[in-house]
């Protein structure tokens, strides 16, 4: 069998970004693919490098993230299509603008510059927003990213460094062996399952599947100048029953606008659902009412990997598995774009023991320690 000093199952962004830290340590890294590299959860990700603030842990960790994506901005290839829109959220009415307020308090206290707007300042920056909303919060330094092209980015990174590649499915991961599909054998002192919604390496992992829709129009440049996300995002998002559909549109680089957000619990079927797709095209027109009139080019689905906590899973598997070889970068949900470069950095500091930049305890594994032993029971 071919030794390795680390193995990583999954080449989605989360994936290559991990394979690219362990090569930067000059350790032998094997990365291990069985579809289409970054084919799942990435190529379903709308690219918003954002911070959020559902608890200080998720804050904690998408600025730490998104301050890594901005260092290297200036060295990403124009593939990534890596812009500084920033994120306008928007506020329909006073009580939204004062959970505007609010997080404007929040992201000051955190070190994230944001900026109040009145309805006239919304007006100023989107135009095609509709009349009478009343105002909302600007984060300039979220960013947007193509998510096929960063992780491709990522691996050929790990791949220039030294890492190698196997385009087979890994039929087990335990004890620091890997067997694949074809036959070929694999051993590593660690493994790390980045496997996104597919759990069969181990079935205790607790992520869930949530279904979400994206819609992208044809070319409209200038029609759209920043990310913009309505305040009631957040509620949609931590609905953990029942479909739900939020305002969340993108402006593309090629001036095509990338359009969200739907979820969904318990719909494996990947074909799109035309009734979330007429909601949330009539949710968008809600706010930008000429969206109506722009020529839509496609409509695909993806699945977003959930934990019940909404915090990814980062470290050794440990409470979830007795194998000590097992790693996890797992449970990003819609936050596995953002958080790829910081996951990645935190894993491996894990692994060698060092001190990160912000606390790591929150994402490991072994809080979920209690559930999984409920469940196996």
């Not at 660690?190 to 949530?210: H, S």
């Not at 990997?305 to 598997?317: F, N, R, S, V």
């Amino acid at each position: 069998m071919k030794p390795f000093d680390v193995l990583i199952v999954g080449t989605g962004i989360v994936g290559s970004a991990v394979a690219r830290e362990c090569a930067r340590i000059g350790w032998r890294v094997g990365v291990i693919e069985g579809g289409t590299p970054a084919g799942g959860a990435t190529a379903a990700g709308m690219g918003h490098v954002v911070v959020m603030d559902d608890s200080p842990a998720q804050l904690a960790l998408t600025a730490y993230s998104r301050s890594l994506w901005q260092q290297e901005s200036a060295q990403l290839p124009k593939s990534v299509e890596y812009e500084g829109r920033g994120t306008i959220w928007v506020a329909a009415d006073d009580e939204e603008m004062a959970d505007v307020r609010a997080r404007q308090s929040l992201y000051d206290e955190a070190g994230v510059q944001a900026r109040v707007l009145t309805a006239a300042d919304l007006a100023h920056e989107e135009p095609n927003l509709r009349a009478g909303l009343a105002g909302g919060l600007l984060v300039p330094g979220d960013g947007v990213v193509y998510p096929p092209a960063a992780a491709g980015f990522y691996l050929a990174e790990a791949r220039r460094l030294g890492a190698e590649v196997f385009f087979a499915r890994a039929l087990s991961a335990s004890q620091g062996q890997v067997l694949l599909s074809d036959g070929e054998g694999l051993v590593a002192e660690r493994i790390v399952l980045a496997v996104g919604t597919e759990c069969d390496l181990l079935p205790a992992l607790p992520i869930q599947k949530r279904k979400g829709h994206l819609v992208i129009t044809d070319r409209y440049p200038g029609f759209l100048h920043h990310q913009l996300v309505e305040l009631g995002y957040l509620k949609s998002a931590h609905k953990i029953a029942g479909d739900s559909v939020a305002f969340n549109i993108q402006p593309r680089q090629t001036g095509q606008l990338l359009l969200g957000s739907s979820r969904q619990y318990g719909n494996e079927e990947p074909r799109a659902d035309a009734e979330i797709l007429r909601r949330m095209i009539e949710r968008a027109t809600e706010y930008m009412p000429g969206l109506d009139k722009l020529s839509v080019l496609r409509v695909w689905t993806g699945f977003r990997a959930a934990t019940a906590d909404k915090l990814p899973l980062i470290g050794p598997a440990a409470g979830l598995s007795d194998d000590p070889s097992l790693w996890l970068a797992a449970g990003f949900e819609g936050l596995g774009i953002t958080n790829a470069p910081g996951a990645a950095r935190l894993l491996v500091d894990g692994m060698l023991r060092r001190a990160s930049a912000i606390d790591a305890a929150p994402y490991l594994p072994a809080r979920l320690m209690e559930p999984a032993r409920l469940a196996r029971a």
